[in-house]
């Protein structure tokens, strides 16, 4: 059985070799999320101010940011002066983003400002997206930080660094499910059924104190890489968000943070699911959220000369927060009435106390 | 580290490579350091217990037999056992056993009684090591089994990496024999282990932690209301689970330590295909039945003492049995329910050695009446609490149904339906592993197959969120 022995190992090989070429240069030609996570991460790496040219902007989330902005509309409102460049990993947290971030502008990437989109809950979690997180965002060089903030054990630890050596390893729970859903076409309405309850938010003083470590925390990061951080909290059809929380966090770590809407403010009609916004939603968030955006920016140009933990320091006397309603937009009965998508809110919102 | 882990298989794959060019002494030490590496991998504090309790043990193994004085011999022996269970006692049910004791008193009207509950960690795989000493001493001291005289062939014995943490626990007599001979490369074992720990790769990753997906949604409420549906799915989903998972990991183990040469026992033979629950503890974890068989329900009197006294010991060892597996009254609920259903096996003259002479459809309705009996005390062993595992249970008798119960089912046969079809087969052809009389290219292209499978249809438990994400 030695020769036998031998075929078995050989073909177990050539099948694992076979899997990460084809996983690192077929998938990403074939599938739309392999493709759309290398052509933005790449673009994300590549980000650099270009004299002449429009001002890089980073902007960072997961499918909330995935749903809620609409990059283009963005882009056309924050022109000519800047340009917006989206990087989203779905189900992902503040930590995937803190050292995604870390490995971003280690590789080089500087963007003037970096805009990470995140609720409360998303931006207190103490949990990372696991392998995906190991394999898209995580530096190797991290590894141990990673591994004494989550406090995991060896082969979790182990297994990480094997998924960002790794990309079959790292995206192997994408390819199962994408198999299932091969096998099992109404696996996707089980799924969905199957979701674990979110657990309840904890206070709002819990909520401001870890939020504000960690605002200050990246923001720092940011300043010592040329950039401005700026926290945007979405919209949300819940009661409580834990956004007051938020803007209060901002304020105690002197850091931009952006609620363009209050909880329960945007009508349900705007949802897609309970927690995504819909594309009408989407339209009238990214409006809103374009028009403090710019504010915020144009902000920071007064304090572009300086050096950057001096403009750390300087943006820190300059927080957009208090209430939303001095800068509320208000949207005509148009778009609730599907008339979104021909510009008619868009052109149409008007902004008090201006 | 997981037997599933990229980590482990590294770790394995170096370990043979630089074992077989070693001489049997160099390999006994080799292997002992490769073990204690793996077991300070899961947590190095517990690497000075182990030592420590292994040391204690060979030196009063050595001790007993040079004694001629039965007291003496007795209370070394009794040393031994009570160092052993003290340090299970203590790591595994000290809490436990301080807040079921609160618990008691409150029920007599003493509450807010203070307690003392420490923050014990508890060591990994002590349970089974435990048990593996306890075995030996007690051999040693019933004269069946000569002390080893080198303490490294019996650390090695003790701590050989294969079966440390999760099984199968070893028999002395079987295991002690492997360590302290000579042993040389066949291939014919090695490919055995090979196919292995691949279709133990399959039933963990592929079977287990899919059906985990559904076990975990049903007991934990994700499903809504539970309801007949539910029950099943949870019931059903956590039978296929628990047994992909543990035969999984021991037949991993098994194949991991064929690559060197070593051959543990089964553990599993086909237990949902049982006609009664002593049929049952026959193939459901052996090493562990067998164990208790030996080393309790015969020093307890066995049958030997009259009916009631069997009954007894029956249901003793079997409550102790579930204790074993965790510290928790559910567990005991679980061993308690099978003691007692073996105990109206054995008054109603079910489970005997006689053949059976059924016919094939007597065979298959006790079957699954067995297994759906099985399921149900399942329900104790994953439920969290009593109280708990009743409500999950109460669902029996609430119909709803929901179209997403179908897919689930679906789901559900997707992942067990194969897992019941390997053990068909292996019930029929009376194999150590699936396919082992096959032809060689079949096996070869069987444990491929095996790999794909894996590949594309492991589920990831640390990711298992991933799955809720359409």
Not at chain 1, 221 to 235: E, S, T, W, Y
Not at chain 1, 268 to 281: K, S, T, V, W
Not at chain 2, 186 to 209: E, P, R, T
Not at chain 2, 239 to 254: C, H, P, T, V
Request: net charge positive; charged share 15%.
């Amino acid at each position: 059985m030695h020769r036998y022995s031998v075929i078995l190992l050989v073909l177990c090989t050539i099948f694992c070799a076979a899997l990460e070429i084809g996983q690192r240069y077929v998938v990403p030609r074939i599938t739309a999320m392999d493709a759309r996570l290398d052509r933005e991460h790449t673009r994300a790496e590549e980000i650099r101010p270009l004299p002449g040219k429009p001002a890089p902007v980073l902007i960072v989330g997961n499918s909330l940011l995935k749903k809620g902005v609409v990059i283009p509309l963005l882009n056309e409102k924050l022109g000519p002066e800047y340009t917006v460049t989206r990087y989203v990993v779905e189900d992902t947290n503040y930590l995937d983003w803190y050292y995604g971030l870390r490995r971003l502008f280690r590789a080089g990437a500087r963007p003037k400002a970096v805009i990470l989109v995140l609720n409360a809950r998303q931006l207190i979690s103490p949990v990372i997206h696991g392998d995906i997180f190991a394999s898209l965002l995580m530096d190797p060089r991290d590894l141990l930080d990673v591994k004494r903030t989550v406090a995991s054990d060896n082969t979790a630890t182990s297994n990480l660094l094997f998924a960002n050596l790794s990309r079959f390893y790292g995206m192997r729970s994408e390819i199962h499910k994408a198999f299932l859903v091969h096998v099992l076409p109404d696996f996707p309405d089980l799924a969905v059924k199957l979701r674990p309850a979110t657990a309840s938010l904890p206070p709002d003083d819990d909520i401001e104190t870890k939020a504000s470590e960690r605002i200050f925390q990246m923001s720092r990061l940011c300043a010592q890489n040329g950039a401005q951080f700026i926290l945007v909290v979405p919209p949300s059809p819940a009661a409580r968000d834990g956004s007051s929380a938020i803007e209060s966090a901002g304020n105690r770590a002197a850091v931009q943070v952006l609620v363009p809407f209050r909880p329960q403010e945007l009508p349900d009609n705007l949802y897609a699911d309970g927690f995504h916004l819909n594309y009408r939603g989407s339209l009238v968030f990214t409006q809103a959220l374009s028009s403090r955006l710019r504010e915020t920016l144009n902000n920071d140009k007064l304090t572009q000369t300086a050096e950057p933990d001096d403009r750390a320091a300087n943006s820190a006397g300059f927080v957009v927060g208090g209430t939303a309603a001095s800068m509320k937009p208000e949207y005509p009965s148009g778009c609730n009435s599907g008339m979104i998508g021909n510009d008619l809110c868009a052109g149409s919102t008007r902004r008090t106390g201006q | 580290m997981l037997f599933d882990s990229p980590a482990f298989a590294i770790f394995l794959i170096a370990v043979v490579l630089l074992y077989w060019r070693l001489n049997r002494r160099w390999q006994n030490i080799f292997l002992l350091g490769a073990s204690y590496f793996f077991y300070g991998w899961w947590d190095w504090r517990f690497l000075l217990l182990m030592a420590g309790s292994t040391s204690i043990d060979y030196l009063i193994a050595k001790k007993i037999p040079s004694l001629s004085n039965p007291a003496q011999r007795r209370a070394l022996l009794i040393l031994s056992l009570a160092i052993n269970f003290s340090f299970l006692g203590f790591f595994k049910y000290f809490n436990f056993f301080v807040q079921s004791f609160a618990a008691l008193l409150s029920t007599v009207g003493m509450h807010n009684v203070p307690i003392s509950l420490l923050r014990i960690l508890l060591p990994p795989g002590i349970s089974f090591y435990t048990f593996q000493e306890v075995a030996y001493i007690v051999d040693v001291y019933k004269g069946k089994l000569q002390p080893s005289d080198s303490l490294i062939d019996y650390a090695l014995f003790i701590s050989l990496f294969p079966h440390l943490i999760a099984g199968p626990i070893q028999r002395p007599n079987h295991l002690l024999p492997q360590v302290q001979r000579e042993r040389t490369l066949d291939w014919d074992k090695f490919f055995d282990g090979l196919m292995l720990i691949l279709f133990g790769l399959f039933q963990k990753c592929v079977i287990a932690d899919n059906c985990a997906l559904i076990a975990n949604s049903a007991f934990n409420g994700y499903f809504g209301a539970t309801t007949l549906p539910v029950v099943l799915l949870g019931s059903y989903a956590f039978a296929w689970q628990i047994y992909g998972d543990f035969a999984g990991y021991s037949n991993i183990a098994r194949g991991a330590a064929q690559l060197l040469g070593f051959h543990f026992m089964v553990n599993f033979r086909q237990p949902y295909l049982a006609t009664t629950l002593q049929d049952f503890w026959r193939r459901w974890h052996i090493s562990l039945s067998s164990w208790l068989r030996d080393y309790l329900y015969i020093p307890l009197g066995g049958n030997r003492k009259g009916e009631g006294r069997t009954y007894g010991n029956l249901l003793t060892t079997m409550l102790i049995g579930g204790l074993w597996h965790g510290a928790n009254w559910t567990f005991v609920i679980w061993g308690g329910i099978h003691g007692g259903v073996l105990a109206i096996e054995r008054v109603l003259g079910l489970g005997s050695d006689e053949p059976e002479r059924a016919g094939w459809l007597t065979t298959w309705l006790k079957r699954i009446l067995l297994f759906n009996l099985v399921c149900v005390t399942w329900v104790f062993f994953r439920a969290p609490s009593i109280h708990e595992a009743f409500v999950f249970l109460g669902g029996l008798s609430h119909w709803a149904w929901q179209p997403e119960y179908l897919t689930a089912f679906e789901f559900l046969a997707l992942f067990s339906v194969p897992m019941f079809l390997m053990d068909l087969r292996l019930e029929g052809w009376d194999e150590e592993y699936i396919f082992q009389r096959a032809s060689a290219w079949l096996r070869t292209g069987m444990g491929f197959t095996a790999m794909v499978a894996i590949a594309f249809f492991a589920a990831n438990q640390a990711n298992a969120f991933i799955y809720f994400q359409f």
